[in-house]
DNA sequence: ACGTCAAAAAAGATGCATCAAGTATCCTAC
DNA sequence: GTAGGATACTTGATGCATCTTTTTTGACGT
């Protein structure tokens, strides 16, 4: 269960942005989509305050972006932004699993292969909203377990910003999703940083083939109205 | 001159978010400093709304912390936390500076040592504050060159989080901060990724050793009340 | 002096009214 | 039937009142 908010105290803003945050990482909104304040506030159940908050938090993390000064939606992906995103993660994911090959203890890694048979499950299963999640789930353990929260926080930030664009496309990657991830948690084993970082780089570009793919047949609704 | 806002139109709240970025990447806020809403909203002559808007968003950047609900705070820099965003820096840094080397224009290289020139300058005139700008100018402009807009934000993010701590330390360096910066240069000159990536590695090791050393002294005054 | 506790003041959270600017709708004129 | 324009509506920005909780302060007792 990854924890978003930055804010250590509760208050209706965080709750609304970890909401919203949530949707995103888990393909709930299509790029293009319009978000409205007043709208969002009834779904809540709140005023507009804690929603324009939130919604404020998430154009800093350029995960929506304003069109105009009344017009807030979810960004499309360049390839080339999605391929700089993807260099980002190949350096700072392979620093979080040399770190994490490092320092694992027989507890990291059952809790790494608990991750990896509950995401076999669930593709057998045809879950895929819980294949994508354990997906992350994966990604998000390795800074975790290498003690980097800073880096964690930079990697939230990015899959904030692919989240939109990655639901659909990961399935027809089929198993190739987890396959790479096997390896990672092998290297883990024997602390192996150099394994482990080569592996979670292959994962990145190999397991996110699909997404490239879809990205550069222009398959992005970016300027869709609603 | 850095663009700090991630809201392409203007309005209140970006205005007081870029005046608050700049003040802490210059060092005018010191670690434990308290923000008060309804003091900034007096200097900023607005209403409490932008300036809550800002502040929120610093806070999710991580730059400010709220230590309770009603106790806004510039935060400390741990040790480790400091050799996290050290070790992040390296990676994406080297990134940067790897995919200047290949595609950096005379042009840019031209700015670049126009950079140097000024910096040069302005430790030869004592002038601390434009010093530490003209060295902050030259890490920021080589994912410009780069072609890297998700890598900049990233950097300006890490660089909110260390800059009330860097203020004071830089100087203590002497021409450390700048020595470094030549080989860089020289290094892109030659479209010579590796030796561009392996000079601004040293710059961030070496040049940010006098950091690393104040900190560890445990000259930080996380706490001080106001 | 120092610690404790209570009252007073401060401060952020939340809700809401209003404003300005942009958008959609509908009516009219040709 | 269409084009143009005026009107009504939408929507985020801004300001502000109020509420609750925290922080500060100061009096009191030890």
Redesign the pocket.
Known sequence: MPEFTT?E???????VYGALCDALIQGRFQPGD??????L?EQF??????I??A??RLANDEAII?R?????RIPGLSESRYREIRSIRVRLEGLAAETAAQVATSADIEALERILRENEQAIEAGDRLKGTQLNQAFHFILPQIAGLPVLNGILRRLWLQMGPHISDAYIQGGRAMIDHHYPVVEALKRHDSAAASMAIVDDILLGGKPILERIERGEERQTR?A
Not at 9 to 15: F, T, V
Not at 45 to 50: I, L
């Open positions: 804010l105290y509760e208050n209706l803003n965080s709750a319009r978000l409205k304040i007043r709208d506030a159940g709140t005023s507009v305050t804690p324009r908050d919604i404020l304003f105009s000064p009344r017009d807030i109205r």
